[in-house]
């Protein structure tokens, strides 16, 4: 069974940081594309950046490219992390991790992931 918990999230004025972890269970790495995904208030949810082993890609929504960044516990793969710099208030959502199988390049719609962890909420103050 696939088990994904995502924590991290808080409070953060303009131009901080934040590190959002989710914790894995009941899935090898090397066959998934794990990703996060965002929804803010009033919009559609929105993969924010997915990595997958298999083919080594790494995807980011434009919005935040060269501010996020995503990562995975190399040593026991039981953990995806993502280091959010320079927080900007349209980055205030609920941010969730999600698992599917296969690799980033098919899997930039939320609607394509089938194993979800509950969502953390991101607040960016201004």
């Known amino acids: 069974e696939v088990q994904l918990q995502a924590s991290g999230g808080g409070l953060v004025q303009a131009g901080g940081s934040l590190r959002l972890s989710c914790a894995v269970s009941?899935?090898?790495?090397?066959?998934?594309?794990m990703s996060w995904i965002r929804q803010a208030p009033g919009k559609e949810r929105e993969v924010v950046s997915c990595?997958?082993?298999?083919?080594?890609?790494?995807?980011y929504a434009d919005s935040v490219k060269g501010r996020f960044t995503i990562s995975s516990d190399s040593n026991t793969e039981n953990a995806v992390f993502l280091q959010m710099n320079s927080l900007k208030p349209e980055d205030t959502a609920v941010y969730f991790c999600?698992?599917?199988?296969?690799?980033?390049?098919?899997?930039?719609?939320?609607?394509?992931?089938?194993?979800w962890g509950q969502g953390t909420q991101v607040t960016v103050s201004s």
């Open positions: 990595m997958s082993k298999s083919d080594g890609s790494i995807y």
């Open positions: 999600a698992a599917e199988v296969g690799a980033c390049p098919g899997f930039i719609d939320p609607r394509d992931y089938g194993s």
């Open positions: 009941g899935i090898t790495f090397d066959d998934y594309a």
